[in-house]
């Protein structure tokens, strides 16, 4: 390898992130490491003043910083795939505008790390959440249970649950020279998390047990409803997170039944929500998508149903008992109404 080519790419998107996008390139810069790296950087046809800002880091440190400007606002997706097609690197490191890394070794200690396990994919390291309305105090993640006490992880494992932070990952990239549009789509949900799968797929998963980055939560943030209105969260996403579920199911799982078995309660509230709140059109795509999802919402319902009329047979006297009360309190409410009416 060439000594002056980068080893290590950091792919960073951001759209309107004014106030934090100077903190995000500061903590790329501080980085310390015996190799070369680059920031390839999209910004999305900012409006806020991030686009001057990205250019300004861009002119001084014109070895480091390459920007991807958008002509206009394409979206996350979009944004993401043209940064990521770019990638020409060994490594890539992920961390979005509005985050920021807080260990000056981090690059160099997951380089390290992914150069002596040859046989890994993914590094990660534990990430700090903060909340920017102090909704909750601020905490570690993963913690132990969430990355079933392992420092070495595989496919499976982050198929039950996506315990990598997005800003913690590097990546042993597998998609150079490749379009990332022909694994990856706009309507899977949560798009990283299926990203690190993708990886996984190639390779095991180790853990850096320091806490290396902050993670910003906050009202503009794609999953602040996920803490605070969940169902806002699930009406908007709803079909894009079934869709992750049907991708990995029919993908990477061989269409297992215990992964269906396992998500059954999620797919069985995202088709409740849509219910409740009258969705027709993603009721109908859902049923056109997914219908094996549908048939299980179907025997789910089913089954609630028996159980209730089995409980109904069961206290079938006492539900008599009880209608008869009701019935005779409401006439007599009626009758003393009519009376006092009358009476007056």
């Not at 979206?75 to 000056?104: H, M, P, Q, S």
């Not at 990355?147 to 039950?160: A, M, P, V």
């Not at 800003?167 to 694994?183: A, H, L, P, T, V």
């Not at 007599?332 to 009476?343: D, K, P, R």
């Amino acid at each position: 390898m060439e000594n002056n080519k980068p080893k290590v790419s950091i792919c960073c998107i951001t759209y309107n992130q004014k106030n934090y996008i100077k903190q995000a390139l500061d903590s790329f810069l501080m980085q310390k490491t015996n190799f070369p790296f680059v920031v390839i950087i999209g910004d999305d046809a900012s409006n806020d003043g991030t686009t001057e800002i990205v250019k300004e880091y861009a002119l001084k440190y014109p070895d480091i910083i390459k920007p991807v400007f958008q002509e206009r606002n394409s979206g996350g997706f979009k944004n993401f795939c043209d940064v990521f097609n770019l990638i020409d690197t060994e490594y890539v490191a992920l961390c979005e505008g509005d985050d920021y890394w807080t260990d000056e070794n981090k690059l160099q200690k997951q380089v390290d790390c992914l150069d002596a396990h040859k046989n890994c994919t993914i590094c990660f390291h534990k990430t700090k959440n903060i909340f920017e309305n102090n909704l909750q105090e601020p905490y570690d993640f993963p913690n132990e249970k969430q990355r079933f006490n392992k420092t070495l992880l595989t496919l499976n494992d982050i198929i039950r649950f996506n315990f990598i932070q997005t800003n913690s990952c590097m990546y042993r990239c597998r998609f150079k020279g490749e379009d990332i549009g022909k694994y990856l789509s706009a309507d899977i949900m949560p798009g990283d998390w299926y990203l690190h799968i993708l990886h996984a797929e190639k390779g095991n998963i180790i853990f850096l047990d320091e806490t290396m980055s902050v993670y910003r939560i906050n009202p503009n943030g794609v999953w602040y409803n996920a803490y605070v209105n969940p169902e806002t969260l699930h009406l908007k996403y709803g079909v894009k997170e079934l869709n992750f579920i049907d991708k990995v199911y029919n993908n990477f799982l061989n269409e297992s039944k215990e992964y269906l078995s396992n998500n059954k309660k999620f797919i069985v509230d995202i088709i409740d929500i849509y219910c409740k709140n009258f969705c027709v059109d993603e009721l109908q795509e859902i049923k056109t998508k997914f219908p094996e999802f549908v048939d299980l919402y179907v025997d789910v319902k089913k089954s609630n149903l028996d159980i209730t009329k089995s409980k109904y047979t069961k206290y079938k006297k006492l539900f008599n008992n009880t209608l008869v009360i009701a019935i005779i309190s409401v006439v007599l409410v009626i009758a003393l109404s009519i009376w006092v009416i009358w009476g007056n």
